[in-house]
């Protein structure tokens, strides 16, 4: 083996950083101003059941503990907290508390709906209405496909004495699920406006989409006297019950989930989780899989938990469990075929979970970029170059995706491409070090010598080197100099690298730093390798 084809060799491993080696950083932004939270007024708890009363002082426990905390929550997970809270006083009737706690999660993380969605309620059935316009129409912007959304904005402006807009929101609903609840409401609308043969259309769709629905029988009725068919109307009026509509809504579904106590549990375990307490976690989501066993998403949370305390058997029977409640759960296919990558003999299995994972969510970047793993280990390096592409697009800002998929297309002898997508890549993460030292070896060597930019590659090598200044970044300088022909500064260089390789160890990477530093030492010629495409 010549000296230069060594070179060449230890130059294209593009992760040859290993990934401790973080990059020249840019100072840390400053901490935003807080935001103006509302305190949450405490509901006198007397008369409670003890199991409810308990749930309710725990789940302040929990938030005042991370509100409290020196390092501080991370706004999303902040939210969250302040958000199950809301359900849990939502659940049980304490509207004061439950408000406080949803606009505060509400501030904390503006783009999601729920909470924002789940305040519009408290509002509407407080006669906030203007408030509750306000955030219906927050959360449609949001989800423009939330029905629930769409109709309850719509009985809103039916209060408002709004009825035009509040069919156009009826007929948006209709077009996303054909629920009794617009039905209704378009039969209200109508009715308002004295139009009476239409008001009986709707309301007749509305009970045949939900015959139960015996208070509708009271306003058919009313439409049935205003068109002159007064018997009718009297059928109707003696049919009339208290059984009413509304429109499908798993948020508010989900309150009682949080009465039980389930998600609670699951909440406190994320907390653990973050913290890096994998047993603790572990432990507070089998109370939440004891609380609800039927819940895929608990067992899920506990099969992440086991997996990071490194029990993978024990999280292997928990996401299969979980799959088994929910087959198409692409959360469970991700992270059961994620463990099964790593077991003997079971690459197979594995992809079939992580192509179910895809297929579920087909903008899960993570799952795109773990099944492009592993097919470019299967010898498939075609699928999983579209598979890293894919995961690029869906995760721009996670440099090891990107990474990925340059490695694949230097391996490929797609240097040009590799290039393009390395510069795109450091485009979006400029302060990455791992995607500064890749670019910056492909730049002093790839074989097709189009693609060099020596100049390039040492500013950005010593860049690196600025940063950390270890072997890796030490070799990579000396690389960028030898494709300048400046051999002797080269040598020098790859001294430095060898002298700190000693001392970093392991020792089986002195023989090619020294066999490499044996060419730069023979002088000029000593660039890599390479040819014109």
Known sequence: MSRTTTVVLLTLALLAAPAAAQPPTAPAPSTPPALQLEPIPHPDLA?????????????RTVLE??????????????????????????????????????????????DEPRWTY???????????????????????????????????????????????????????ALGVARTAAAYAGLGQAALSRRSYREAIAHFEAALAAAPDADALHHPLALAYRGAGETERAREHLARAGSVGVRPPDPWLDELQQVARGERWH???????????????????????????????????????????????????????????????????HYNLGSLL???????????????????????????????????????????????????????????????????????????????????????????????????????????????????????LAQKVHTARPEAFAAATVALALAELGRCDEAAQWQRRALEAARAEGPAERLPELERTLAGYEHGAPCRPPGAAP
């Not at 408002?160 to 007929?171: G, K, M």
């Not at 070896?441 to 500013?459: F, I, M, W």
């Open 47 to 59: 008369g409670l059941e003890p199991a409810v009363a308990a749930s309710l002082r725990d789940a």
């Open 65 to 110: 503990g991370l509100v409290a905390a020196p390092e501080g929550a991370l706004p999303a997970e902040l939210a969250e907290v302040y958000g199950e809270l809301g359900q849990l006083y939502h659940a049980h009737d304490f509207a004061a508390a439950a408000t406080a706690s949803y606009r505060n999660a509400a501030r904390l993380a503006p």
């Open 118 to 172: 789940l305040l519009a309620l408290l509002d509407q059935a407080a006669g906030r209405l203007p408030d509750a316009a306000d955030g219906y129409t927050r959360a449609l912007e949001l989800r423009p496909d939330l029905v629930a959304a769409l109709v309850h904005l719509g009985e809103v402006r039916l209060a408002q004495d709004q009825p035009d807009e509040a069919e156009r929101l009826f007929h948006r």
């Open 266 to 332: 699951l909440l406190r375990g994320r907390v653990a989780f973050r913290k890096g307490r994998f047993a603790d976690a572990a432990t507070e989501f089998r109370v939440a899989v004891a609380a609800r066993p039927e819940s895929a998403g608990a067992r899920i949370a506990l099969g992440a938990a086991l997996a990071a305390a490194g029990d993978r058997q024990a999280a292997l029977a928990e996401l299969e469990a979980a799959l088994r409640l929910e087959p198409q759960n692409g959360t469970a």
């Open 341 to 459: 990558m790593a077991e003997e003999g079971r690459a197979a299995e594995a992809a079939e979970h992580l192509r179910a994972a895809v297929a579920a969510d087909p903008g899960d970047g993570a799952a795109h970029n773990a099944l492009g793993r592993l097919l470019d280990r299967a010898g498939k390096p075609e699928e999983a170059l579209a598979h890293f592409t894919e995961a690029v697009e869906h995760l721009p800002a996670d440099e090891q995706a990107a990474l990925d998929e340059a490695a694949l297309l230097v391996r490929l002898g797609r240097y040009r491409p590799a290039r393009a997508r390395l510069e795109e890549a450091l485009a979006r993460l400029p302060d990455s070090g791992r995607l500064i030292h890749a670019l910056a070896r492909l730049l002093a060597a790839a074989p097709d010598l189009t693609v060099r930019d020596g100049a390039r590659a040492l500013e």
